[in-house]
Structure formats: structure tokens, C-alpha cells
């Protein structure tokens, strides 16, 4: 493959300007590893990394404890890296941030070794347990602040609010109120708060698969997949834009974060694609819509599965399978209107010079793949996502120095290792706080009963009607997660808004996933759409606009979650294999028919009247029953025939 000209990718500085302009997880401090803060980060984030794989291999501490010891180094680690302020000091930490890191390590000793009394008194907090849950309290939302962002820090305090103050609200949302004593002791004392099931999951499974996509980029499966998404899709139309759906979706799955998926793909995407003819807008939306569709794409979906695993009770494994076809169905609507664009404006694939062989790639880099492979296999026997995370660990480290050592390439082979460990503690800080802090949220809910009354007022606005449900069920969903990264998205929506759908009779899996996919698409939705953002921070292009290109190009992803809430034969739930490529297949051709009406283009350009019927015949696809696909289908056959008609009739003329 020819090398690509300097000014076509972007380069790594304005990678880290744009990442730390729209990804707050990317504004961390970067100490030389001699330096004092450097020594001490890079101590306590390796001690955290071999923490998580003792306890992966031997088994957890216990659980309040185990999820002390996670929360409060990884609080500890963000007062160090990120600063306060745009003003402060990005070379080193303050006074008050050593002293804040200080304060959050001794919460956790605290409940470290005074464990047997706090478990003797539960309900009769003394004084101490009360001031530490303050602080415990008042540090966390100020990490939050510093790591993800004010959003959901206000969110939280708005939660606390209503927890303290409930007793003088309305009739519709009133509770009995409770005090600063039983909050504090519930926030911080209990599994329910801070350390909920959503820390729980992120001290087990999601750092383990964190650790993981961090081993798997030092080994150089991103670059696998990018040189593998050219071979495939590089010489088809629109080539480069597909190439950003193949490989973003791949990467998305691994990495969890929608932003930084856009950054790093995006900067050699995203200027291939303007290459060719694609507008501004529309590459960095093609980006966005690929790199936000990662979260829901098998077998990773971006960690956010192991909490749904984790609130139902059921199965990782069971999860992945049934979001198999929905995904495949939000990317065959992206590249639809791809491909449909890229033939309205006549655009090609790049050509043969340019792109690398499959063979070659698969020959040279196609081993990276295996640890994903055995990952896959060890969840379909069964095996438990901590230990199938684990062993995929150990047989990346042994598959990369093997190879190393064969290819005689050993130089950095120690230094990518110990780097490993050290990026994915580091890529774990976001995650893990974001868990924390929605852990205030998802408490304030159990304890004075929010989740319920939220549930009733969406039954209340759907008047019994399940579509209308589902509708309000999505607006919540949306504005839920604006500004939020998808796992502490999903965990809030799942609280707040699945609880309706369960009233309506949806099974859990389906309302669990319905929300999924709404907080998920948050990030393309403006008017805060982080990914599109950051898509149009590359692209130079109108944010605004990038996000509605984006809303257009991921309008299958809107639209299928409601086929699978009437039809949950497409989650593989109660179904027969007939009745599931019956099903399948008419959501294929609906959304095929759907990415037509909205580009307007179906081997010709389409008048309003052709893009309505286009319409009309997608949204027969797309409603369950059998008259419905029978009637779809003969108007998509017709239109087809008809277009193949004018086809011939133009080539003849010509």
C-alpha cells in the first residue's frame, strides 16, 4: 500500500486538541514517568491493573471492600491526573489535589479495616461513618466533575437534592425525605450507593475487558483492522467511508468510548472520505454513527452488556447472541446510505495501488485475532466473563511475546507490556467514576422510590398505548443520556425508564435493550452530540449539522429497537429458526428501503412521490404481521422493477 500523504491523517497533537475538546476523559495531566507524580501514578495504576488479575484469577475480596479498594484508588488517581480547572497546573498536581488524593484513599482504608463494625452496626452509623459519607460523598461528584464532565455531576446533586428535600416537593414525585445521616450512610456503608452494582461490574468485568482492549491495541489489532477494512471495502464505492464503518465498529466494541473512537479512526478516515467527494458533514457523521454503533455490536458492545448481564440475572453470552441481528441491522443502514449516496454522486473506491491484500493482512497480522476468538468460545461454553477475560489476557501476553521472539522484534516488547497495564488502568478512570457517581443517582431511586414514579408518569403520557410508550420510553432515554458516555447512559436509563416498558408487558431482555440503544444514540443526538462533535472537529465541518447528518445515517439504529420491542423474535427470544429469518429478512429489506427514502436515491434520484412510497414500504417491513410484509414486499418489488425498467430504457437511449 502506498503511504498516505502527511497533510491526509491527522496528526497525534491535533488528535489530543480535539480528543480533550469534546472528551473530558483525554484532559489528564502527562507526567514524565522519573518525575515524582509520574512514579506514583505509574505505581499505583500498575498495582491497580495486577490487582484486578490476582483477584480475576484468585477470586474477589469481600464485596464492599473489593469495591472500596477499586473506587478509591481509581478517585485517588483522577485528584492526581486531572486538574481542577482550565487554569491549573497541567504539569502538576496542586496541594489540594494531593491532599484530596489522600482523602480518597483512606475512605477506602477506612472501610477496609474497620469492615466487622461497620457490618455490626449497619443502620446505627456513628459519627465518624457519617463524616466520612459526607466527604465520601461531596469528593466524588467533584472527581466527576474533573473526569467526565459537569452533566451528570449535576445530575447527581439534583438526585441528592430530591433525596434531602422530598418531603416539600409535589404530590406526584414526594417521598417521605430523608437525612443527611441516612444518606451519607447509604451512599457510602452499603451496596447500594457508591459502591452499587454498577462499581461492582466495573471492578470486575469491565476492568478485566478494559485490560484487555489495552493489551489488544499494544499487539496492533487496531491497525489489523484498519488494513483489513481497507482490503475488504477499500475499492467498492465510497470505499473510505465503508472502510470507517468496518473498522470503527470493530474497534467501538473494544474500546466503549464512542468520542475516542472517532478521534483515532476518524483522523485517517475521515480525510479519505473528503478525499473522494464526501462532503464534511457528512464523513464525520459516517464516523460518529460507525464509532457509537461499536457499543452495541457483539461480542465486546462496549462493556455496557456485562451491567445489562448484571441487572437481569442472565447470561453475557445470551446478551451477545441476542444483539447480534439488531446490530447488523443498524450498520447495514449506515453503509445502505453510503453506498446509495456515494452512487448519487458518482463517487469510486480507491484504487488497487492503495490498498493492502486480505491475504497479506490476514498472513502477517491475522493471529491478532485469536484472543478474541477464544474470548468469543469461552463465553459460548459457559465460562464466567471474568475468567474468559483473564485467559484471553494471558494468551495475548504469551501470543505477542512468541511472536515478538520469532520475528525476532523483542526491543519494546517489555515496555508495551508494563505500557498495557499502565493504559488500561488509566482507560478505566472515566468508566469507573462514571459507575461511582451513578451509583448516587441509581441509590437516590431505590430509596425514595423515583424509578417507579418516572415509570408511572410514562404510562400515564402512553395512555395504554404501547407505541406511545415506547415513543416517551425514547424521548427520556435521549435526554437521560445527553452528554453521558453509553455505560452510566444505560445504567440510568435501565433505572428510569425500562420499568415502564415492564409495566407494559415487554420482557425485560427487550426493555433492557430498547433503552440500551436510545442511551447509546444520545451521543449522535444533538443538541449535544458528543461523537458528531467530534466527527465535525475533524471533518471542519458544522457541528449542528454534522449531528443531524449523523441522526440520518444512523436512523436505522431509531428505528429498529422498536421492531424488536413489537417482534422480539429479532432478539432470538421465543422464536423458531423460520420465524427468525422471516423476520430478519423483512427488517433487511425495510431497512434498505428506509436508507432509500431518506437519501432519495434508489438507482435513480426519487421524486417526493417515490420517496414516500419508499417510506411507506419500510415502515410495512418494519411492522410486524404478515399482511403487512406480504403488502412491503410487492411495493418493493414493484419500485424495483419499475427503476430496473428506467435503467434499461436510459441505457438504451444512450
Partial sequence: MTDMKNNDVMSSVNQEELLEKYDTESRFRKFNRNSVPGMITFIMCIGLSLFHLYTAWQGSLVTLMHRAVHTCIILSLVFILYPAHKKASKDKPSIIDWILAGVALCLGGYIIFNYNEIVIRAGLPNNVDVTLGIIAILIMLEGSR???????????????????????????????????????????????????????????????????GAFLQKSGLGQFFNDLSMAIAGRSKGGPAKIAVISSGFLGSINGSAVANVVTTGAFTIPLMKKIGYDREFAGAVEAAASCGGQILPPVMGAAAFIMAEYLGIPYVKIAVCAIIPALLYYLGVITIIHLRAEKLGLQGMSKEELPRASQVLKEKGYLVLPLIILVYLLIKGRTPIYAAFFSIIVNVVLTIVVRVIRKDTKTLFKDLIDALEGGARTALGVAMACAVVGIIIGVSTMTGLGLKLAGAILFLGKGNLLLTLFFTMLACI???????????????????????????????VSHMFVFYFGMLANLT??????????????????????????????????????????????????TFMNTIIVAATAIVGVIALGAAVEGYFMHPLNSVFRLLMLSTALLLITPGVHTDIIGIILFAAMMFFMKAKQRNRLKEA
Fill in 479 to 509: 435526554i437521560l443520556g445527553m452528554g453521558l458516555p453509553s455505560i452510566p447512559a444505560y445504567i440510568i436509563t435501565a433505572t428510569m425508564a425500562a420499568p415502564a416498558l415492564a409495566e407494559m408487558g415487554v420482557p425485560p431482555l
Fill in 526 to 575: 444533538p443538541p449535544v452530540a458528543l461523537a458528531a462533535f467530534a466527527g465535525a472537529g475533524i471533518a471542519g465541518g458544522k457541528p449542528s449539522k454534522t449531528g443531524f447528518q449523523a441522526v440520518k445515517l444512523a436512523l436505522a439504529g431509531f428505528v429498529v429497537p422498536y421492531i424488536f420491542a413489537f417482534s422480539p423474535e429479532l432478539l432470538l427470544i421465543d422464536t
Fill in 146 to 212: 474533573r473526569i467526565i464532565g459537569k452533566e451528570i455531576t449535576i445530575l447527581a446533586i439534583l438526585f441528592l437534592f430530591y433525596a434531602y428535600f422530598g418531603r416539600n416537593l409535589p404530590d406526584l414525585i414526594a417521598h417521605r425525605g430523608y437525612g443527611i445521616r441516612n444518606i451519607a450512610e447509604y451512599m457510602y456503608l452499603t451496596t447500594e450507593g457508591i459502591f452499587g452494582i454498577a462499581i461492582g461490574v466495573s471492578s470486575t468485568y469491565i476492568f478485566l475487558f478494559i485490560l484487555f
